[in-house]
């Protein structure tokens, strides 16, 4: 048996014999006493395996990096370190949408094109047949194919809700990449009551109807909803739509920002209901609750804690209909020295032009009105109504709405 020495004898300093004539000097091939044979030679396709594996060194760089070393052994080269490409979603992306509306939604929906160049506007002729029912076209319907496709819709009656579910129901037929449906306002289950047997939850079946919205190429429709009244409500949504609830107080807290007293403001809820679905926004603001105590057929507001004295008091609720709670608040709160009062609601319903009752302060304290009245325009019928007048003034969905499409 060879020993090491023999095999590599000039790893211990034994002495060689000189190669013959015409013999390379190269390790590899010089002739060892130990063998008769020369060692056989590594087969080409196994360099060329080598090289593709260290990223394309060719064979000739592999052999003189062996002959290089003296040893015979080979030897990767130093390369470069591979470039990692960066992941597309440290990217941020912009997503082109076609924005179709209903007649009551033209004004919003132009605001909202005029906030971001990638979206674009797209109309849908409104028409009726004789007998009453829905004349629908979808203009350019062929061209949409591929697109990302939104609705802004208006629920503010039973009469036009069917032909905007028509709408609604057909868009993501038309081969689009994905449906948004944004309906700033959910309508119903604002007064409903399940008190007895038989009470019918109206809420509860047109979320059904909103959670059967067909899917597009690219799944789910989405829904966006601001200030949804009830927060149990965001529980009846099925599984075949993927709902998004958004609020409309950072509107508010911006507009705080921009008065001479955003140091002196103080939010009051007028119930716990109000404190339950908005403190969390609101809570770097000193409060005020109210609530709302029976006495006989009368129902009296009362400050249940929090001290308004000397302060700018802003009443913050989701809603509001007939507005006596509102009234009555503020109403409260002069009583027990408040400096100025206002109001926010996300949603100004003010069925019967209830909106008349609220009166402007004119600077002469908050018994005789209010400072501001702060809406959105989730309900354009109302933004009609109060335009100029004071102390109404309208915080615009538009900006939000933009920015929920590019999600």
């Known amino acids: 048996m060879a020993t090491a020495a023999s095999a590599f004898p000039g790893a211990f300093g034994v002495k060689t014999p000189a190669p013959a004539r015409g013999l390379s000097a190269h390790p590899a091939l010089t002739p060892s006493p130990a063998f008769a044979r020369p060692l056989p030679r590594t087969p080409a396709c196994g360099r060329s395996r080598a090289s593709l594996h260290l990223g394309g060194v060719g064979a000739a760089s592999s052999s003189a990096a062996a002959a290089g070393n003296g040893t015979g052994l080979h030897v990767p080269p130093t390369t470069a370190p591979l470039a990692v490409p960066k992941m597309a979603g440290s990217m941020k992306t912009h997503k082109n949408v076609l924005l179709f509306y209903c007649e009551e939604m033209r004004d919003l929906a132009r605001q909202v094109v005029a906030r971001n160049d990638d979206i674009e506007l797209r109309s849908i002729s409104w028409r009726k047949f004789p007998d009453g029912y829905p004349n629908l076209f ?40 994905s449906f948004t449906l944004i309906l700033p306002f959910f309508p119903t289950g604002t007064s409903e009551r399940m008190e007895d047997e038989g009470d019918v939850a109206t809420a509860f079946t047109l979320a059904r109807f909103l959670s059967n919205i067909p899917i597009s190429r690219g799944g789910p429709s989405s829904l966006v909803i601001f200030d949804i009244h009830a927060l149990q409500e965001r529980f009846y949504f099925g599984d075949s739509v993927l709902p998004c609830f958004e609020s409309g107080i950072p509107l508010l807290k911006s507009r705080l920002q921009e008065l001479p007293d955003s140091h002196n403001i103080t939010i009051a809820f007028p119930d716990d209901g109000a404190w339950k679905r908005f403190y969390k926004q609101l809570q770097h603001f000193p409060m005020v609750v109210c609530n709302k105590v029976r006495e006989g057929e009368q129902r009296i507001v009362r400050i249940k804690e929090g001290d308004p004295r000397g302060r700018h008091v802003v009443i913050v609720d989701d809603l509001v209909q007939s507005g006596g709670t509102l009234i009555e608040c503020q109403k409260v709160l002069a009583a027990h020295g408040a400096a100025k009062v206002s109001a926010y609601v996300t949603h100004g319903i003010f069925p019967n032009n209830s909106w008349e009752k609220f009166q402007h302060d004119n600077g002469e304290g908050p018994e005789h009105g209010l400072s501001h009245f702060w809406l959105t325009d989730s309900c354009p019928l109302t933004v009609n109504a109060v335009k100029g007048r004071r102390p109404f003034e309208i915080l615009s969905l538009a900006g939000p709405i933009a920015s929920a499409l590019q999600i």
């Open 138 to 177: 979808i203009s350019n319907a062929h061209n949409i194919r591929g697109q990302h496709v939104a609705f802004l819709a208006s629920f503010s009656s039973p009469s036009v809700i069917f032909e905007q579910l028509s709408v609604i129901y057909n868009l993501p037929k038309l081969f689009i990449s």
